[in-house]
T-cell receptor, first 116, second 112 residues
């Protein structure tokens, strides 16, 4: 149980393109989803917390107009990287939790984004 | 602010050589301490949740233990397939919406 699917797994696109990444909880309702960025051989960097039906909460230093997050249902959150540039190239990972305090996060397999 | 420190940063073992990974934490009221395994190019995979000091959880060659200040992930007779980065995370009572604080991880390499 507790499976999270993230799609696509890899994206290569030109500078200036907007890219949408989907995160779905397949077998549970995810009250809260999280979006992370991970640099090579580094730990997870939290970008934002997403709650179903409300605006995402962004971490300090993360541009909300650049990284648009939508959590329209209890099973789907999306991250859109708008007007992507080479410095946005990274490994993006989503996670979902069932919402009760003390519950673990369940992670997708990540999206490798490469901006040329 | 919750803090998590993992040591060592990297650990190289021979197959069958048991060892432990450490996770030291500070948190204002522990809701849960979590261990994850991350393989290269993949998202972290949930392993264990520990809630109170003295608690232990086991899965195959892995055993996680918890005190009031730290957690250990014991690996008994490891195999090459146990090679991965192991992440520790805590969730405190002052944290909103299930958010966890992650350590930087320990990268384990098990040589045959």
């Amino acid at each position: 149980g507790a499976v999270v699917s993230q799609h696509p797994s890899r994206v290569i696109c030109k500078s200036g393109t907007s890219v949408k990444i989907e995160c779905r909880s397949l077998d549970f309702q995810a009250t809260t989803m999280f979006w992370y960025r991970q640099f090579p051989k580094k730990s997870l960097m939290l970008m934002a917390t997403s709650n179903e039906g409300s605006k995402a909460t962004y971490e300090q230093g993360v541009e909300k107009d650049k990284f648009l997050i939508n959590h329209a249902s209890l099973t789907l959150s999306t991250l859109t990287v708008t007007s992507a540039h080479p410095e946005d190239s990274s490994f993006y990972i989503c996670s979902a939790t069932q919402g009760s305090p003390g519950q673990p996060q369940h992670f997708g397999d990540g999206t490798r984004l490469s901006i040329l | 602010e919750d803090q998590v420190t993992q040591s060592p940063e990297a650990l190289r073992l021979q197959e069958g050589e048991s060892s432990s990974l450490n996770c030291s934490y500070t948190v204002s009221g522990l809701r849960g301490l979590f261990w994850y395994r991350q393989d290269p190019g993949k998202g972290p995979e949930f392993l264990f949740t520990l809630y109170s000091a003295g608690e232990e959880k086991e899965k195959e060659r892995l055993k996680a233990t918890l005190t009031k200040k730290e957690s250990f992930l014991h690996i008994t007779a490891p195999k090459p397939e146990d090679s991965a980065t192991y992440l520790c995370a805590v969730q405190g009572f002052n944290t909103n919406a299930g958010k966890s604080t992650f350590g930087d991880g320990t990268t384990l390499t098990v040589k045959p």
